[in-house]
């Protein structure tokens, strides 16, 4: 299995600051990797699909980088409904492991 | 609009079971694999399982193999998780997502999983 590792756990950023989030694979997954938002009590919505592919109506302030073992999520400039955790998931191989998420807080 | 609307969850006694179901509208179900991720309270996404667009091809979880089966019904638009043997570390929220490109492009809001005694 493998192993998705986000870092760092918490981030703390000013409204329109750029936030820079890391993940982590244990063993390349060339570039099948997403991200998610998850706010409270919601479902997770596809951000990044393909390491660096915007999702439908997802606003092009987030970016996604990276291939192999070692991925980026960029937010160029949060904006009050960004603070949320952020998720990284391999879709290389099964199963198709998460990270451990990184939650981005106001600071 | 893509909608994907989970039931089934409830509380349940270790070693019960239940069958959860995600009734889907807005697309061409028939033409989309698709996967159910779990979320127990206040932890991370947990993928379980996964289901090719005619039913032929599953995969499990190596922690639900064996007790839990994807299965669907492309005449009623419905995809199915029946859950057996539960434990209590089966507690979470379960969702149904849809396949896009080996990610999940739309989500329902979830079904909750309670497995206690």
């Known amino acids: 299995e493998i192993v998705m590792t986000q870092s760092p756990a918490t981030l703390s950023v000013s409204p329109g600051e750029r936030a ?4 982590r694979a244990s063993q390349s997954v060339s570039s099948n990797l997403a991200w998610y938002q998850q706010k409270p009590g919601q479902a ?45 998931q391999q879709c290389n191989s099964w199963p198709q492991t998460f990270g451990q998420g990184t939650k981005v807080e106001i600071k | 609009e893509v909608q994907l609307v989970e039931s089934g969850g409830g509380l349940v006694q270790p070693g019960g079971s239940l069958r959860l179901s995600c009734a889907a509208s807005g697309f061409t179900f028939s033409d989309y694999w698709m996967h159910w991720v779990r979320q127990a309270p206040g932890k991370g996404l947990v993928w379980v399982s996964r289901i090719s667009n005619d039913g032929s091809y599953t ?18 638009n419905t995809l199915y998780l029946q859950v057996n043997s539960l ?31």
Not at chain 2, 60 to 76: L, M, P
């Open chain 1, 20 to 23: 820079t989030l890391s993940c």
């Open chain 1, 44 to 88: 997770p919505r596809l951000l990044i699909f393909g390491a660096s592919n915007r999702a439908t109506g997802i606003p092009a302030r987030f970016s996604g980088s990276g291939s192999g073992t070692e991925f980026t999520l960029t937010i160029s400039s949060l904006q009050s409904e960004d603070f949320a955790v952020y998720y990284c």
């Open chain 2, 59 to 76: 995969k499990y979880a190596d922690s639900v193999e064996g007790r839990f089966t994807i299965s669907r019904d492309n005449a009623k």
């Open chain 2, 87 to 117: 434990r209590a570390e089966d507690t979470a929220i379960y969702y149904c997502a849809r396949d896009f490109n080996s990610a999940g492009d739309y989500w329902g809001q979830g079904t909750l999983v309670t497995v206690s005694s």
